[in-house]
Structures are given as structure tokens and as C-alpha cells.
């Protein structure tokens, strides 16, 4: 069963919590949220961590993500996306 927005904005929130001293997990965890409320709405049979993937993918260079931002981003999803 792939996750759920809501099974990952919970396993978000639970990541916050244990990142308050962690600024650059603090930023992906961020990041995510924002682009999970962007593609909620567009969501169609794709799987929530392949739309999420590619909705990051296409704004890290206009964003000028850092390559270790760029990793923590899409570790994140991997990690929250199970």
C-alpha cells in the first residue's frame, strides 16, 4: 500500500519534532510540506511518492537547491513515502 497525504503529512510532523536542532532536515521537511499542498489537488493514480518526486525535481534548479539539499529532500521522501 503506498502512503497516503495525510499518512505523510502526520510522519512529517512527527520528523519536526525530533529535528528542532536540525536546520538543514528542518528546511527539507519544509520543503515537502509546501509541495505536498501544491500536488494534493493534482493527484491522480499516481503513487504520492513518484508525484512528490517529480514536483520537487522540477523546481530544485529554479530554487537553487544545494546538491545536499537536493538529497535530503528526496531521502525524505523516500523515508515518509513507505
Avoid at 537536493?70 to 513515502?81: D, G, M, P, Y
Wanted: proline share 2%; with cysteine; aromatic share 4%.
Amino acid at each position: 500500500m503506498s502512503a497516503t497525504i495525510n499518512t505523510v503529512r502526520d510522519e512529517l510532523e512527527k520528523l519536526e519534532q525530533l529535528a528542532l536542532d536540525e536546520p538543514d532536515r528542518l528546511f527539507a521537511i519544509s520543503y515537502l510540506r509546501s509541495h505536498i499542498d501544491l500536488i494534493s489537488d493534482q493527484l491522480s493514480d499516481q503513487p504520492l511518492a513518484e508525484a512528490l518526486t517529480q514536483a520537487v525535481k522540477s523546481t530544485f534548479d529554479a530554487d537553487r537547491m544545494s546538491e545536499a539539499d537536493r538529497r535530503e529532500v528526496l531521502q525524505l521522501i523516500s523515508k515518509v513515502c513507505v
